[in-house]
């Protein structure tokens, strides 16, 4: 009786373990997905308060997710986003980037002034090596602001510039790995409130003890991209020269050619001369903003003619210039260098700054 019981038992034993497989499967099937608000992209700004958290300090702020706001394999950047284009007056906000075994995180809280760019009271900033807290040091306001404008801090995009249209926080906090450092460095982007100065870049390297000594780099109103160009994934930072505002016409029609800068051991590095298809882009970009405003784009053709020094073509330069000056198109703005005053304050201005020489 008992043996011929045994093939039944072990029928009923294969049915019960077929049964819990396929409960199981369908369990994790039909569970739910992340819930509203969560996102595969962290970096964004995350809300640390909590109702009744003052007396024991804010709450705590969760560490980025493993691979999020983080360089890919082999990637030289990584950088974090912080969305203050609606901020809650005292809001606890962070961004963190991870880049290799280096994790870097910016928190503070918002301020809100009617009128002005919203700002961080009380920023830090933290570094962790490979999970394990290293250093949090105070950030402090750009070096060249006078005392008086000093109690609070204006994250400003740094990463890579969003796609037109992009409705999507900035790029405020950055990890590169540049070639002179065997570690990261922090990259910063601080504006000054101004209508339209200024923005910093600070880099401060990280080192085993946690972070050196801050550098900063002077923008004026030229924005600021961390990517990376050519086939090697080095990176750098893209931004414009700001001296050419002004000069040929009004701050809304003024170009600015390419600048292109590395950081390394002395501080950040003109290497503009290395990218030459970034060069040639924007000059090509300038000419067409040129050609698309008349009379008033004579600011955008400084621009073009100081990226074509850059290549090298300063003798075509001039010569177009001279063609499109018989063709009356150098008329400019009103108040404004024209004609060949145009021409003669260009060429002294291009030499003093070291592109093209005065004699073309």
Known sequence: MRERLKPLVLAAIAVCLIAAACSSAGNAASAPGPGPGT????????????????????????????????????????????????????AKVATSAVLGSTEVSLTGTTV?????TAALSSPT?????????V????????AALPPDQT?????????????????????????AQFPSWTMPTVLMGLWTGGAHCCLYVRAIPVTGDGFGSPIEKGLGNSAASLITDGDTPVPIL???????????????????????????QQGFVD???QHRSLIANDANGWFSRFEDSPPDGLGYLAAWVADECDLGQAKQVWRTLGDLHSQGKLSGTEG???????????REFLSQHSYCSAGG
């Open 125 to 133: 900033l933290t570094v962790k090596e490979r999970g394990v807290k």
């Open 336 to 346: 404004w260098p024209s004609g060949s005053d145009y021409v003669k304050t260009l």
């Open 135 to 142: 250093a949090t040091v105070p950030v402090a306001p750009p």
């Open 238 to 264: 893209v931004t414009g020269d700001d001296s050419f505002t002004y000069v040929f016409a009004p701050f809304s029609r003024s170009g600015t050619p390419l600048k292109v800068l590395s950081f390394g």
């Open 271 to 273: 290497v503009t001369a």
């Open 39 to 90: 996102s595969a992209e962290t970096g964004s700004s995350l809300a640390a308060s909590s109702a009744g958290s003052s007396s024991e300090g804010p709450a705590p702020i969760a560490p980025p997710s493993p691979g999020v706001a983080a360089g890919t394999a082999g990637s030289t950047t990584a950088c974090g986003k912080l969305d203050l284009s609606n901020p809650t007056d005292g």
């Open 151 to 175: 109690s609070s801090v204006m994250p400003w995009r740094v990463g890579a510039k969003p796609p037109a249209g992009a409705d999507t926080p900035n790029e405020v906090l950055c990890l």
């Open 112 to 116: 809100v002034n009617p009128g002005q």
